[in-house]
């Protein structure tokens, strides 16, 4: 079956340092990757997508990631984190079954420390 | 621009009543979508719609139906709540199949009791 991980349940970082958060998923061809924020009391918004091409996605706010194939891998980058970066991160993944389903994984929530 | 907007943000409901969560999205996307959210668990996808008068189950169907009788609302309607559904819905649109990228609402908190 199908499935999305972020092996990371909580993170804290200080302001200033750098993050990663990590995205593995399970299935049998190349899907569509999205990473998406929820701030809290907020609905989730779109940080960046990959569907084909360059390996390397830029999204809003200063975050990228990578898509390593060889290890079913989609991880979310920041080099400096900002105070306002504190949310809930969720990975998704969109898979060509016939309605066009996403599933999206348990989520990673971020602290951040001043 | 308003984008997908849902009502009512919060609700409290006893066991055995029912409820309609609305949502309405003014961009005219063909595809919308339920999700509940649990602690942990992600959001789970309830019912979806390609269109106006189509609409189909997702993963967590069972006490809840849908309708889809315009482009722009999705109204979600539980009937006979169980504390089971205590959650956070989401309500969610995109403009096509080929792009995926959706857009949320804001959240309806419910607590049934």
């Known amino acids: 079956a199908q499935s999305v991980t972020q092996p990371d349940i909580h993170i804290t970082v200080s302001e200033g340092a750098s993050l990663e958060l990590r995205c593995n998923y399970s299935?049998?061809?190349?899907?569509?990757l999205f990473w998406y924020v929820q701030s809290p009391g907020q609905g989730l918004q779109l940080l960046l997508k990959?569907?084909?091409?360059?390996?390397l996605v830029q999204g809003i706010k200063g975050f990228e990631a990578e898509f390593k194939r060889s290890q079913s891998s989609f991880n979310l980058r920041k080099p400096s984190v900002h105070w306002s970066d504190a949310a809930e991160y969720f990975c998704?993944?969109?898979?060509?079954?016939?309605?066009?389903?996403?599933?999206f994984g348990p989520g990673t929530s971020l602290s951040v420390i001043p | 621009n308003a984008g997908v907007t849902q009502t009512p943000k919060f609700r409290i409901l006893k066991i055995g009543q029912s409820m309609t969560l609305q949502c309405t999205q003014d961009?005219?996307?063909?595809?919308m979508y339920w999700y509940r959210q649990d602690p942990g668990m992600g959001l789970k996808l309830i019912y979806y719609?390609?269109?106006?008068?189509?609409?189909d189950k997702g993963e967590v169907p069972n006490g809840y139906n849908v309708s889809r009788s315009t482009t722009e609302d999705f109204p979600l309607r539980l009937e006979l709540a169980a504390p089971s559904q205590t959650s956070v819905y989401f309500c969610?649109?995109?403009?096509?199949?080929?792009?995926?990228?959706?857009?949320f609402g804001p959240g309806t908190r419910l607590t049934v009791t």
């Open positions: 969610a649109s995109s403009r096509d199949r080929a792009t995926y990228e959706q857009y």
């Open positions: 299935y049998g061809a190349t899907p569509y």
């Open positions: 990959y569907f084909s091409g360059d390996t």
């Open positions: 998704a993944v969109g898979l060509k079954t016939s309605y066009d389903k996403v599933i």
């Open positions: 961009m005219n996307h063909n595809y």
């Open positions: 719609s390609v269109g106006a008068g189509i609409t």
